[in-house]
C-alpha cells in the first residue's frame, strides 16, 4: 500500500487525519484514549515491527509526548504514532497485549528514565539505576549539575575548580 | 588405517610442505619494538604543542573542547610582562585528543603531534602550562 | 512468560560482569543440576547517559561523543548521527563525500564481524580461530589510522557535512591489498570444521515468528529466514548504486548465524570494490561546514533516521526546537532487543555448556545496550 491509501484508511476509521512528512514517513497525532485501539489496527494492517519508543517532556507546555515508530516489512513505511499526557499524573495504557516484549522492555526503560507509569505491563522493575532515591534523571526539571557537584566533585582539588564555575 | 595414512600423506606433499618450505624464506612480520618500530603517518593525533608567538587569545579553543581540558589562564611568572594576554592551559588527563582545536584555531597556533609516549609516574606533568618553548622554527 | 522450578536442588549461578567470557554484562542463571532452569538478565554496568549528554552540546562536539556508543563499530554511529543532524537542517552532503562514507563504514562492518568470528571461536574451544581474526583485524586498524588519524577512535571523522579530512592517495593503493589478504583468510576458514557443527549445530533456535515478536533485527532475523535490510529497503548514501546479496537462512539455529557472518563480509569486500573504482572527485564537506561555527541554529522539527549496523538495525531519534543544541535525542540500539528479550527466551531448558554458544552467537554489544 502507498501512504495516502494507508492515511485514507486510518481517517476513515478513526476521523484523524495523518500528513506525509517525506517519502516513506507517515506521522499521526491521536488522544491517549484511542492509542491501543489504532495501534492493533496498523498491526492488522502488516506493521509488526516496532522500531522504537520515546518520550519528549515539553515542560513549558507541562505535557508529556509520546513517540512510537512501527515499519512494515511489507510496504516498507514506518508510522510515527503521537499522543500527549497531562504532566502532573503522568499515566497511560501499555501497548503489551500488541507488540509483546519488544514493547514491554522499552516501556521498562522508560519508566525508569522518567517516572511514566504504563498500567498492563507486567514487568516494571529497574533495570539500569541501583538505589536510586531521587527524581527520574532524565527529566528536564532534575538538576544534574548540583547532583554531580555534591556527590563527585571536590572544590578544594585544583583540577576539579573548573567544574564549579558557570559554562 | 591404510586410507587414512594414504590421506595424510597425500596432504602433507601437497599442503603442508609447501608452506613449510615458503615461510623459511619470507620475512618475519614481528617488529621488535624497542630497537625498531612501525611508521607513524602523517596526521595522527598525538600530543599538543602550542606556540605562543602565533596565538591571538580569541579563545575558541576553549569553548569548542567538549570536556573542558582547555582553560584560559595568564602566563606563569616570568614572563608576563612579554606575554600580557590569556593563553590556553591544557589538561591533559581530560583530553581526548579529538583534534577540534587544531581544527578551530584561525592563526595555526595549535598542533597536534606524533608524540604518544605520555605516561609518567609524576602528576605534575599531566597539565600543560602555556610557554614559550626553546627551539621556535615553526 | 514466567520461569517455573523443576526440582528442589536449584543454585543460582552469576555469569557475571568480570567473567572473561561474556564482555560488562551479567546474567543470572537458575540451575538445576546441569540444566538451565531460567535465566535474567542484569544490564547497568556500562550506562553513561548518552541521551542526556547529548542535550548539552553542539553538533560537532556530539560528533566526537558519537564513536563511543559502540566502540567496536564507531564508524557507523558516526554516520547515523550525521545523517540524523544534516536531515534536520537541511543539507546535502557532496558525492565524494557519500563514496567515501561507504567505504568507512563497510571497514568498518568487516572490521566488527571479525571480531565476532573470533570471540565466537574461542567461546567454543577453537582458539586459533581467534588469533586468526584479531591478527588480520590489525591491518585494518593500520589503515583506520591512515584515514582519521586514531586505530579505533576515529574523533568523529564522518561529521555533518561530509568528512573531516580528505581520503589520502596511499590509501587507495593499500586497501586492494588489505581486502586481498581478508578474503584468503575467509576462504580458508570457510571450511566445514566438524567442531563447529558439533557444539552450534541445533543450539539455540529461533523460530521466525518469535523473533518478529521478540524485536530481533539484523543478523540474527536473517538466521530466522526473514530477507530483510535496510541497505536494501530504504537506502542512504549511495548504497543502492552497488549490486550486493543478502545471505539468508531458513533454520534459525548458532550455525546458521555464523555462516551468515562469513558470507556478510564477503559481500562487504566486494561493495568496497566497486566504491573505489567509481569514486569521484570533488569537496569532501560542504560549504556551510567547512569552517567550524559556534552558533549554527538546526530549524525546529524532528526526524527519525534508521541504518544497517553490523549488528542490527540501529536507529536515532532527534528533536530540535530551533536552538544551537538538540531538544531530545533516542537512540536505539540493536543490543538492547537482543540481549535481554531474546536472550532470556533462549536461555530455558538448555545445558550449562550451550550457555557461551548462544550468548556469543546473537552478537551482543552490551555498550551499545546500556548507552
Known sequence: MMEKEIIDEIKKKFGVEGFMQRERRVIVKIAPDKLVELCKFIKDLGFEHLSSLSITDWPKRGIYEHTYHVWSYKDKILITIKTEINGDKPEIDSVYPVWGESAQIHEREMHELFGVEYKGNPDLSPLFLEGWHEKPPFRKDFDWREYVRKNFYDKENDRERVYFEEV | MAVQLIWIGDKMKTEVIPKIIRNMFSKPITTRFPHESNPIPDGYRGEHRFNIDKCISCGLCSKICPNRAIEMVEAPGEYRDKYPKKYPKIDLGKCCFCALCQDICPSGAMKLTKNFFLSTFDPSDVIKDPTPTKEENT | ?371
Open chain 3, 1 to 371: 512468560m514466567k520461569p517455573e522450578s523443576v526440582g528442589k536442588n536449584e543454585y543460582e549461578l552469576f555469569f557475571g560482569p568480570a567473567h572473561p567470557g561474556s564482555g560488562n554484562f551479567s546474567v543470572r542463571l537458575k540451575i538445576d543440576g546441569e540444566r538451565v532452569v531460567s535465566a535474567r538478565a542484569d544490564p547497568g554496568y556500562l550506562h553513561r547517559g548518552f541521551e542526556k549528554l547529548m542535550e548539552y552540546r553542539l553538533p560537532i562536539q556530539n560528533a566526537v561523543l558519537s564513536d563511543r556508543i559502540c566502540v567496536l563499530e564507531a564508524l557507523a554511529w558516526n554516520l547515523i548521527h550525521a545523517e540524523a543532524v544534516e536531515e534536520l537542517i537541511g543539507v546535502e552532503v557532496p558525492e565524494r563525500a557519500k563514496y567515501i562514507r561507504v567505504i568507512m563504514a563497510e571497514l568498518s562492518r568487516i572490521q566488527s564481524h571479525l571480531i565476532w568470528y573470533g570471540v565466537l571461536s574461542i567461546g567454543t574451544g577453537f582458539d586459533t580461530g581467534f588469533k586468526l581474526a584479531f591478527g588480520y583485524r590489525d591491518f585494518i586498524l593500520d589503515l583506520f589510522e591512515l584515514i582519521t588519524g586514531g586505530r579505533v577512535y576515529p574523533a568523529g571523522y564522518i561529521c555533518p557535512g561530509g568528512v573531516r579530512r580528505d581520503l589520502p592517495d596511499s590509501a587507495k593503493e593499500r586497501i586492494p591489498k588489505v581486502l586481498d589478504k581478508i578474503e584468503k583468510m575467509i576462504d580458508f576458514v570457510k571450511a566445514e570444521n566438524p567442531a563447529n557443527i558439533g557444539r552450534l549445530r541445533d543450539v539455540g533456535v529461533l523460530k521466525l515468528e518469535d523473533a518478529i515478536r521478540l524485536g530481533a533485527t539484523g543478523p540474527v532475523i536473517r538466521a530466522s529466514g526473514l530477507r530483510t535490510d535496510v541497505r536494501k529497503d530504504e537506502p542512504y548514501e549511495v548504497y543502492d548504486r552497488f549490486d550486493f546479496e543478502v545471505p539468508v537462512r531458513k533454520e534459525g539455529d548458532a550455525y546458521a548465524r555464523f555462516q551468515i557472518c562469513l558470507e556478510e563480509m564477503e559481500q562487504s569486500v566486494k561493495i568496497i570494490h566497486q566504491a573505489l573504482k567509481g569514486l569521484p572527485d570533488g569537496d569532501f564537506i560542504d560549504k556551510r561546514f567547512s569552517k567550524l561555527k559556534l552558533n549554527m541554529r538546526m530549524p525546529e522539527g524532528e526526524v527519525y533516521v534508521r541504518n544497517e549496523v553490523a549488528r542490527g538495525e540501529a536507529g536515532v531519534y532527534m528533536v530540535s526546537d530551533g536552538g544551537t543544541k538538540p531538544y531530545r535525542v533516542k537512540i536505539r540500539g540493536p543490543s538492547f532487543l537482543h540481549l535481554i528479550p531474546v536472550l532470556e527466551f533462549l536461555l530455558r531448558d538448555v545445558q550449562i555448556a550451550d550457555v557461551p554458544a548462544i550468548y556469543w552467537s546473537l552478537n551482543g554489544c552490551p555498550a551499545d545496550m546500556d548507552r
